[in-house]
Structure formats: C-alpha cells, structure tokens
C-alpha cells in the first residue's frame, strides 16, 4: 500500500503512526505540496479535495482523509485496537477524537492559515486579528487538556488510542510550525505528550521518509 505523504504534515503523520502501532509497512510517496502536487489533475483523480494524506491499495483504489485511512487498517489489523474494544469505548473515543479536530485542530489550522509561513508563500490575504483570536482559543484548550490529563493517563481513558495520534500530532505542529506551544506550566499535559513521544510507534513513524 502507498500512502502519499510530505515530510512534517501532521496528518499523515497521523497515519504513519497508526500504522507503526500495528506494525503495517506502508510505501511513503512523496506528495511535494510546495510544488502544488497536490492540487494536479492526476492526484485530483485520487482525492477530489486535493489533500494529503492518500491511501492507495494496491490494486489502485485511494482512500482520503487520515480518520478513515485509520479505520480501514484497524480493520485489516484489528490488534492493537486503537478505536475502542465495546459501543461504549468506540464511542468515548469517537468523541474524544471529534473534540480534538474541532475544537483544537480548528483552531491551529486558522493560526497556521494567518501566520507567517502561509504569507511568505503569498496564497492568501492573512488576518492578523483571526491568528489573535485562534491562538487565545488554542491555549484555552490546552488548559483543558491539562485538567482532563490529571484524571486519566491518556486522551480517552486508560490506554492509548486514535485520540492520543490526534492530539499528539495536533500539538505537535503547532509548536514546531504555527508558534504556539503549550503553556510549560500544564505539567499533566507535558507528561502525557513525553509519554506519547517516547512511544516506540512515534519515533520510527518519524525517521520514515517519502520516495
């Protein structure tokens, strides 16, 4: 299976660490989003929204968007099951999971969109006012995590799972490349991020590198 990737995307790194947790072997493609790959007429065909990552099995079907590639290897490799044992535990997850896309990932995204980087490349007219707002709302959240983290040792509970790829990936990117890092006195939050990091899955996720 190939799945198309650019070095530092958190997304697919969402991917690739799932898949490391499972010990699935994926072909990394370079997808260069700096030269627009993304948006040609031949990826087009494999993901109509132009976005990466892409799963392409290999009789050439493509599955976007990094949730549902997730979901698609859980069910090919159902151990270690990442998405939850019973309807309870599927569903806490799937909460878990939804509040960090919507509630944080959100967030991050309109700091990245109106931030530095995103002007240099010239793509669109940044708001300097919205990146205020997103980031205010990014820490805010984060002093959420660091109450929730003091009850339990991971996102969704007592054992790690798709929530914890989607924070950690989440938090992850905003502190390398939108310039906002948690606050280092949410000390819940720092120990569950140091623990997740030094997971064997995540550090042989991150020396993978696209062909």
């Known amino acids: 299976m190939k799945l198309y990737d650019y070095p530092g995307a958190p997304n697919p790194r969402r991917v690739k660490i799932f898949a490391a947790e499972k010990d699935i072997q994926l072909q990394l493609v370079m997808c260069d989003m700096r030269q627009r790959a993304h948006k040609t007429d031949e990826f087009l065909?494999?993901?109509?929204?132009?976005?990466?990552?892409?799963?392409?099995?290999?009789?050439?079907?493509?599955?976007?968007?990094?949730?549902?590639?997730?979901?698609?290897?859980?069910?090919i490799e159902p151990e270690p099951n990442l998405f939850g044992r019973d309807a309870f535990e599927q569903a806490s997850i799937e909460a878990r999971n939804r509040h960090i896309e919507h509630e944080f990932w959100r967030e991050v995204g309109i700091s990245w969109v109106h931030g530095p980087i995103v002007a240099q490349l010239g793509l669109v007219?940044?708001?300097?006012?919205?990146?205020?707002?997103?980031?205010?709302?990014?820490?805010?959240?984060?002093?959420?995590?660091?109450?929730?983290?003091?009850q339990s040792a991971f996102i969704a509970g007592a054992r790690f799972t798709i929530a914890d790829i989607t924070l950690l990936t989440g938090v992850d990117f905003a502190s390398t490349l939108v310039g906002i890092p948690p606050d280092p006195s949410h000390s819940n939050l720092a120990r569950w991020r140091a623990e997740v990091s030094d997971r064997p899955s995540v550090k042989s996720a991150d020396a993978l590198v696209p062909t």
């Not at 940044?126 to 983290?149: F, G, H």
């Open 45 to 75: 065909q494999k993901n109509p929204s132009g976005k990466i990552p892409v799963l392409e099995l290999d009789d050439g079907r493509c599955i976007p968007e990094s949730v549902a590639i997730c979901r698609y290897l859980e069910s």
């Open 125 to 150: 007219k940044t708001i300097p006012e919205a990146k205020a707002a997103s980031d205010k709302n990014v820490a805010n959240y984060y002093r959420r995590l660091d109450q929730e983290l003091s």
